[in-house]
């Protein structure tokens, strides 16, 4: 089956950068585009960022725009996000997401806290 496992989050001061990965497993992966969210208690979850099966069109959240880079390795089965210049505003549960035969599928999250 389908599973998504992120990893990377912690804490981070203001302005900081962390870089979180996601290693997919269950389906091809290569096959798939790929998208970060992230969630706030009592907010909706937030695209954050997706890419293409090949890695060369990517797109994001106008609130991350500059700050974030996603990227991913197909040979790896694996999909980054690079955080840099990290606010206040960027702490949430980090999901990677991806989506086969109408279904979404969802990792369990990496808590990211900035804070100072």
């Known amino acids: 089956q389908v599973q998504l496992v992120e990893s990377g989050g912690g804490l981070v001061q203001p302005g900081g950068s962390l870089k979180l990965s996601c290693a997919a497993s269950?389906?091809?992966?290569?096959?798939?585009?790929m998208s970060w969210y992230r969630q706030v208690p009592g907010k909706e979850r937030e695209l954050v960022a997706t890419i293409s099966t090949s890695g060369i069109a990517t797109n994001y959240a106008d609130s991350v725009q500059g700050r974030f880079t996603i990227s991913r390795d197909n040979a790896k089965s694996t999909v980054y996000l690079q955080m840099n210049s990290l606010q206040f505003d960027d702490t949430a549960v980090y999901y990677c997401?991806?989506?086969?035969?109408?279904?979404?599928?969802w990792g369990q999250g990496t808590q990211v806290t900035v804070s100072s």
């Open positions: 269950g389906f091809s992966f290569s096959r798939y585009p």
């Open positions: 997401r991806t989506v086969r035969a109408g279904v979404y599928y």
